[in-house]
Each structure stands twice: as C-alpha cells, then as structure tokens.
C-alpha cells in the first residue's frame, strides 16, 4: 500500500510535465575572440605566483610567520582575533614561499629562516594526539576554537600543512 501511493503521485505529474511548454531558443556559438589579452601566459603566471607570494610573505602575523585565517587591509578584524593564523592556509604559503624562492622574489635564506619560524612555533603549538587545531593564536600557539564543539586537532588541516 506504501509504494501504491507513490505510483499514483508519480503518475499524476506525467501530464504536468508533458504539458509544459519549453521555449526552445538557440544560442549562437562564436569562435571570435574579440577581447585579447596584453600579457603573455608567462606574465600572467609571473603576477600571479608573485601576488600570491606576497599574500603569504608579507600579510603573515609577524610572531609565528604564519597565514592570517584573514588578512583584512583596512587591519579591522570582525570575526576573529587579527593574530588568528590557519594550519591550513600556511601550508599552501609554504608552497608558495618555495615558488618564490624558485622565482627569485625571494632568497634561500630569507625561505629557510621563515621555515625555521614556523616550524619552532609549530613545534611548541597545541597539537591533538599529533594533529594541530584547524586555528592556533600566532602569539601563544593556543588553540582558537574552530567551533564551540570544536577546539581539537583538524586532520584535514595538519595534511594541508604537512
């Protein structure tokens, strides 16, 4: 009797559907690209590789060498605390920091001595059976909870990082 019920509604949407009306416009394709681009593809990697590197190095909190969880220009911090760095997102400026070094934004030393950085901050931070929080406070290395239910290690987090 269950399914019987859902026959029914199944087969009183049939003449719904079949009498609905589709306009059916076509779309004229065209292969002319008016608008061209001034930049090579090499340009065009070169910014954003270069603008990516800078996010990381320079909009890192200073203390720990990390990534922001934000970086918010006009330096007002809404939703969390200015010194709220992500395990995450300094994974992928690790990342980048290698490209910058491959690209010569910058050197080997100033790579390693960020790495260094970070690296002794991590190592004093609060971790969770080995896995770090998904947010830590740059400053102390104390978790910042990601939720009220949620101040423990982020595996998917410290895989980024790592």
């Not at 779309?27 to 270069?50: C, F, G, M, P, R």
């Not at 994974?91 to 950085?117: C, H, N, S, W, Y």
Request: glycine residues 8%.
């Amino acid at each position: 009797m269950k399914y019987f019920h859902k026959y029914i509604v199944a087969l009183s949407l049939i003449p719904a559907m079949v009498s609905c009306k589709f306009d059916k416009k076509e779309i004229a394709i065209s292969n002319d690209v008016s608008a061209k681009s001034h930049w090579t593809d090499e340009q065009l990697l070169d910014t954003i590789q270069y603008q990516t590197f800078e996010y990381f190095w320079e909009g890192a909190e200073p203390n720990s060498g990390m990534a922001r969880e934000r970086l918010h220009m006009d330096d007002v911090y809404p939703t969390s605390p200015k010194n709220t760095v992500t395990i995450g997102g300094s994974g992928f400026g690790l990342m980048a920091i290698l490209v910058g070094v491959e690209r010569g934004f910058i050197t080997r030393k100033q790579a390693l001595d960020r790495f260094v950085k970070i690296v002794d901050f991590l190592e004093k931070a609060d971790r969770f059976h080995g896995a770090w929080p998904h947010w830590l406070n740059g400053e102390t290395g104390k978790v910042h909870p990601f939720s009220k239910k949620d101040d423990g290690g982020d595996l998917v987090e410290t895989a980024f990082l790592v």
